[in-house]
Structure formats: structure tokens, C-alpha cells
């Protein structure tokens, strides 16, 4: 369940209480950049361990993409549901986004295996 922030003000002034936030920022910042970098590194190496290929994919608008038309809009998702405003198809909206993101990944695949067979 979500809590709901709750801003500290001064009781004289009226005024908003810093908390530190412009000091997170950087921080959070950093250890966002530095964890991604170390799990993508981390799963490149168990795939070449394994034989296999890491793809990097842009996930972009892949949650918010219908599976069954590939209408993209922004109102398709609502929380954990997908329900496209073109077509009506539902779904989990983060197990689709996987599978979206699966489909741009296998496309990579078949157009390079395209390239080099032509």
C-alpha cells in the first residue's frame, strides 16, 4: 500500500522544510547509472558463460504498445493493465511489455541473419 508524501513545513512561516533532495539527486543519479551498468555487464558475461547472446533493445513505448494492433498511446496503460484504445485487446501491461520487448529483440536477430545471408 502507498503512503502518501508528506511535505514538512514550518509551523511559523509556512514555509516548506528542505530535505534534501537536491543533495540525492547526484547520488541517486550515480547509483542508478552504476547498478544498470554493472547488471548489464553481468548479464552479457552469463550469456557468453552459457553460449548464448545478450540484445540490448530500446524498451521504449513497449508498455504502452498493444500487442495485438501495435496502437501506441499513452492511455493504453492503467497500472498493471493494458487495455488499447484501438482495438479493445487486455493484458498485463508489464507481461506484454516483456513480450514486446521479445519481438523487437527476435526482429534484431532475423534482419542480421537476413544481412548476412544476402
Request: glycine fraction near 8%; aromatic fraction near 4%.
Amino acid at each position: 500500500m502507498l503512503r502518501p508524501c508528506r511535505v514538512k513545513k514550518d509551523e511559523k512561516s509556512g514555509r516548506f522544510l528542505p530535505n534534501g533532495q537536491s543533495r540525492k539527486v547526484g547520488l541517486n543519479r550515480a547509483i542508478s547509472d552504476a547498478g544498470w551498468n554493472e547488471l548489464s555487464l553481468k548479464i552479457e558475461d552469463l550469456a557468453a558463460k552459457l553460449g548464448k547472446v545478450a540484445i540490448k533493445v530500446n524498451p521504449r513505448y513497449s508498455s504502452t504498445e498493444c500487442r495485438n494492433c501495435g496502437h501506441i498511446d499513452s492511455s493504453n496503460r492503467d497500472g498493471e493493465k493494458l487495455i488499447c484504445s484501438a482495438c479493445g485487446f487486455f493484458a498485463h501491461a508489464d507481461i506484454s511489455a516483456a513480450k514486446n520487448i521479445r519481438e523487437l529483440a527476435l526482429e534484431m536477430v532475423r534482419q542480421d541473419s537476413t544481412e548476412e545471408s544476402g
